[in-house]
């Protein structure tokens, strides 16, 4: 089973859709970062997290650190917001020799006009 | 400030070769990991450098080195390919501090034929 798991592995929107892609995880975390890749292969950083919620434009990300379970949001969605999303998380200390980032599978969106 | 540069962008070897990429981080980053994507396995940590020291690794072959010069460009080097090798390589800079932001490289995309 993988620490990391995300859902749904594929969604398709169309634009002006609400959009929540979610990251639940079986380890204790230091950090939870929400990746971006587009076709291609080059990937953004879009949030890093430890705590609460943060906001970026019309992204937004949670996390339960209880729950070990963090959201991404993408309200009013666009065709440029196609890309596979990441999920990634930081062990504590104790594995950070040799997993600095645990990935999940990511998450395929594609919204159409 | 200029963005992660990988050179090269795309390289075809043989089984049996090796090779090098090359990676420059963000001026004032010290810190540059490096990350294999493949199909099945998805991205996976292959190692980080701080300060031209290997600070921790991933569980990959010893034939996966690398290493960091003064001025923070840092190098991989496989030895002996193997057809598994095929993958997208990237690497991502940081400052190397908690919080540890990553600004990921376009990628090197190796085929090893």
């Known amino acids: 089973k993988n620490e990391v798991e995300q859902s749904p592995q594929n969604l398709t929107a169309q634009e002006g859709e609400f959009i929540t892609i979610n990251c639940s995880y079986s380890v204790g975390i230091s950090a939870l970062h929400w990746l971006q890749q587009h076709p291609g292969g080059g990937i953004v950083s879009l949030f890093m997290?430890?705590?609460g919620k943060k906001k970026h434009g019309r992204l937004i990300a949670t996390i339960n650190i209880q729950e070990k379970h963090s959201s991404l949001h993408i309200t009013a969605s666009h065709p440029r917001d196609s890309a596979v999303y990441i999920c990634?998380?930081?062990?504590?200390?104790?594995?950070?020799?040799?997993?600095?980032?645990?990935f999940g599978t990511g998450t395929r969106l594609q919204v159409f006009p | 400030k200029a963005g992660v540069t990988q050179t090269p962008r795309y390289l075809i070897k043989t089984r049996g070769q090796q090779v090098t990429l090359s990676c420059s981080p963000i001026s004032g980053h010290r810190s540059v990991s490096w990350y294999q994507q493949t199909p099945g396995q998805g991205l996976q940590f292959l190692f980080e450098y701080f300060s031209e020291t290997q600070r921790n690794k991933g569980n990959f072959p010893g034939r996966f080195s690398g290493r960091q010069f003064s001025n923070s460009r840092s190098e991989m080097n496989v030895s002996t390919l193997e057809l598994g090798d095929s993958a997208l390589y990237l690497c991502?800079?940081?400052?190397?501090?908690?919080?540890?932001?990553?600004?990921f490289g376009p990628g090197t995309r190796l085929t090893v034929l």
């Open positions: 997290l430890s705590s």
């Open positions: 991502a800079s940081s400052l190397g501090v908690v919080p540890d932001t990553q600004y």
């Open positions: 990634a998380v930081r062990p504590p200390e104790a594995r950070y020799n040799t997993d600095k980032l645990i």
